[in-house]
Structures are given as structure tokens and as C-alpha cells.
T-cell receptor, first 114, second 116 residues
Framework: DTEVTQTPKHLVMGMTNKKSLKCEQH?????MYWYKQKAKKPPELMFV???????INESVPSRFSPECPNSSLLNLHLHALQPEDSALYLC?????????????FGSGTQLSVL | AQKVTQAQTEISVVEKEDVTLDCVYE???????LFWYKQPPSGELVFLIR??????QNEISGRYSWNFQKSTSSFNFTITASQVVDSAVYFC?????????????FGKGITLSVRP
């Protein structure tokens, strides 16, 4: 199984809503990532978890709250988002968090904030 | 600071044509890694290749080939006999010591359209 599964595929939320994005992998990978991608732009790193601990936070606003309940699961909790947060949110995993690692990506959650 | 430049933004070819996607990088490190990822319309980025800075051998995988030249800081990607399924956005990326924990610096991406 070489898949990274993300749910939901699409999400529409208002600025006062609270929602969560979910990501799952069963490849035994110990590093997991959240990326944000705006249309026609490259992905931008948001968070990195290594062995279930947050190792990188790219100065992401606190309205985005990541959580790694176990080595297979990664969540991104959303609260009080702004319309400019509308984007494709991609989850990825790798065997470890190292600069040589190849990343396995999910197909993303397309988020629209109204 | 590390940087990846993909000067081509959009390329359109007819099926069976060969096409080369250019990638130029900047880094102060002697040890670094270069990657190519493909992003089809379905959204997920798919890993294509990884090359470390000490391995300048060119690589061929089926219709895909990569030309790594340290002298010109380039890592170009050629698709031979392109097919409609090759239509996607292609990202070149760099990982060096300035970006610990597998932080990739992506180029802006090249949108490839292959017409039947």
C-alpha cells in the first residue's frame, strides 16, 4: 500500500466554522507533512511531524492547528479561517524527515472559505 | 539561499513529440538533492526522480530521461514520444542543508499539455 489518503476531497466552510482535514498512511512512514498550494503555484510547506512530534512550523497562523495522534494519522484543525486560506491542502509522508527523502503525497483537500 | 528556477511556464506539444523541461538551481552547499515531481489534474504530486549532488550520471526510465550537469547547475527532464497522459504540472525541487528535515524548495512548475 503506497497511498496517502486524504479526506474530505472538497470542503466549503464559513469563516466562523470549525472543521478538520484528515490524512492517513499505512506505509510505516515516520514523517508527515502539511502543504498548502494556491492555484498555479508550487506547494508551500506548513508543518512537519517527525516520530509524531512537531518538528517544523513554518510560521503558520494559529487558526491552523495540526495534530498527529499516531504515526499513521495526521489532522489539520481549522478555525476562523479567512477567504485567502482557500487553497488545496496536501498531506505527504516519507520514511523519515531527511533532506534526501522522497515524499508521497495525497490528492489533497480543496478548501473554499466563504 | 537556495533557489530553483523553471523558466518555462507552459509548454504545449503534439503527441509523440519529444519535450525537455528545464530546471536551474542555486545552492551554496556541496551536498544537496534534486527532485522532479509530477502533478496531474487529480492533484497529488507524484515522485519521479531523486538525484544527489555527487551522482552526475544521467538516468533513463522508459520514456523519461534526466540530464544533471553541475557545471551549469541544471537538472533537465526530457520526455520522449510524449503521450496525452503526460499532461501535468512538473515541479523541480531542491533540498540542501539550509532546509533541514526534508524541506523542499520548489520551482514554480511547468504546465505541460500534450495534444492528441
Amino acid at each position: 500500500d503506497t497511498e496517502v489518503t486524504q479526506t474530505p476531497k472538497h470542503l466549503v466552510m464559513g469563516m466562523t466554522n470549525k472543521k478538520s482535514l484528515k490524512c492517513e498512511q499505512h506505509m510505516g512512514h515516520r514523517a508527515m507533512y502539511w502543504y498548502k498550494q494556491k492555484a498555479k503555484k508550487p506547494p508551500e510547506l506548513m508543518f512537519v511531524y517527525s516520530y509524531e512530534k512537531l518538528s517544523i512550523n513554518e510560521s503558520v497562523p494559529s487558526r491552523f492547528s495540526p495534530e498527529c495522534p499516531n504515526s499513521s494519522l495526521l489532522n489539520l484543525h481549522l478555525h476562523a479561517l479567512q477567504p485567502e486560506d482557500s487553497a488545496l491542502y496536501l498531506c505527504a509522508s516519507s520514511q523519515a524527515a531527511g533532506r534526501y527523502e522522497k515524499l508521497f503525497f495525497g490528492s489533497g483537500t480543496q478548501l473554499s472559505v466563504l | 539561499a537556495q533557489k530553483v528556477t523553471q523558466a518555462q511556464t507552459e509548454i504545449s506539444v503534439v503527441e509523440k513529440e519529444d519535450v525537455t523541461l528545464d530546471c536551474v538551481y542555486e545552492t551554496r552547499d556541496t551536498t544537496y538533492y534534486l527532485f522532479w515531481y509530477k502533478q496531474p489534474p487529480s492533484g497529488e504530486l507524484v515522485f519521479l526522480i531523486r538525484r544527489n549532488s555527487f551522482d552526475e550520471q544521467n538516468e533513463i526510465s522508459g520514456r523519461y530521461s534526466w540530464n544533471f550537469q553541475k557545471s551549469t547547475s541544471s537538472f533537465n527532464f526530457t520526455i520522449t514520444a510524449s503521450q496525452v497522459v503526460d499532461s501535468a504540472v512538473y515541479f523541480c525541487a531542491l533540498s540542501d542543508s539550509a532546509g533541514a528535515n526534508s524541506k523542499l524548495t520548489f520551482g514554480k512548475g511547468i504546465t505541460l499539455s500534450v495534444r492528441p
